[in-house]
């Protein structure tokens, strides 16, 4: 046993202690795979850990971080063995379960899904749990029966890191893609991944009225409160919206109208304790339905010790697409 560098966030008189140090092996939960962190990544939820802004972490002491890729060091699971390559997502990681933010993690061997052939670990958090998290809105919208011959897809937030790869994806599937952003001065950024068109989020933050004019055929969306209201008034009928954010609050002052005039639907994506077929169907479609070129376009890379700092940073909206954290 060891020591390994990591982020450690500790309960303090006031809120919350985080720093980045060294953290004894020993202190690892249980798990039947140990794997050797490559890459992780910064996601909103791992900003509000690393800012204590939100109390996401729910047992002390935790290691930061919701999502890795790396290569398996130790296994005693049956599908698991010493090189394998790994991509691991929610679970509780970061908030109940140590995290990524590490040289090492310990978890279940039921949590891993394998690294897609021609994926680096690197791609896969480049796409990380924003990506996987709009991958699985797509599939919810496909499933739904939403086609691009149903009209235009709206994507909220469009600039982060869900909006970035949503965007991506969904104009790569031949999709009418209209960008809702905060930061109307990404409109080329936008653009250039495949949004069709690009409106000012001030569009979707007033009151929403029961029924507006009907906009798109569905959307994905993970800003919540007002804005999903607005989305889900202005949405065709028969239409869809995958939910998969709160950026903008927990709240949704809505009514039933859409819902029982217009025939909408309000589809959950919960990224965290999704069923792991799921999870391995989301990832074979992100290797073969996002283009990499445009991935390695909007990634860009941090150190560990950078991470607190970015972690400000994306709560402020001042994060662009995707950022990758190198660990080892």
């Known amino acids: 046993m060891g020591t390994f ?16 140090t060294h953290f004894d092996e020993a202190e690892l939960m249980e798990g039947d795979v140990t794997v050797a962190v490559e890459w992780s990544t910064l996601n909103y939820k791992d900003g509000l850990a690393v800012t204590g802004k939100a ?6 002491p935790m290691i930061a971080g919701i999502d890795f890729a790396g290569t398996v060091g130790q296994s005693s699971h049956p599908a698991w063995k010493t090189g394998d390559k790994v991509i691991c997502n929610g679970w509780g990681m970061g908030e109940t379960h140590l995290g990524a933010y590490a040289e090492k993690a310990r978890v279940k061997g039921d949590w891993l899904v394998r ?15 924003a990506g996987y998290t709009a991958m699985l809105s797509v599939l919810a919208l496909e499933k739904h029966g939403l086609t691009p011959n149903n009209g235009p897809i709206v994507v909220t937030g469009a600039a982060g890191g869900v909006g970035s790869v949503a965007t991506a994806v969904l104009s790569k599937l031949g999709y009418h893609v209209i960008a809702s952003t905060g930061r109307v001065s990404e409109a080329g950024y936008l653009k250039d991944l495949g949004a069709s068109e690009v409106i000012d989020r001030t569009e979707l933050s007033g009151p929403a009225k029961p029924l507006a004019k009907e906009r798109w055929a569905g959307g994905i969306d993970s800003v919540g409160s007002t804005t999903l209201a ?29 819902f029982i005039l217009r025939g909408v639907s309000l589809l959950g994506i919960d990224s965290v304790m999704c069923p792991i077929e799921l999870r391995k169907a989301a990832w074979a479609r992100l290797a073969s339905d996002l283009d990499h070129g445009k991935l390695a376009e909007i990634t860009q890379e941090i150190g560990l010790g950078e991470v607190i700092a970015a972690g400000a940073k994306i709560l402020a909206g001042e994060v662009r697409g995707r950022v990758v954290v190198k660990i080892l």
């Open 115 to 129: 690294l897609p052939e021609g994926m680096s670990t690197r791609d896969a958090m480049a796409i990380g749990t």
């Open 55 to 60: 109390p996401v972490v729910r047992r002390f």
């Open 230 to 258: 607005n989305l889900l008034s202005m949405t065709k009928y028969g239409g869809a919206i995958a939910a998969c954010g709160l950026a903008a609050g927990m709240d949704l002052p809505s009514s039933v109208a859409p």
């Open 5 to 20: 560098k990591a982020i450690r966030i500790d309960k303090a008189e006031k809120g919350t202690t985080v720093a980045v």
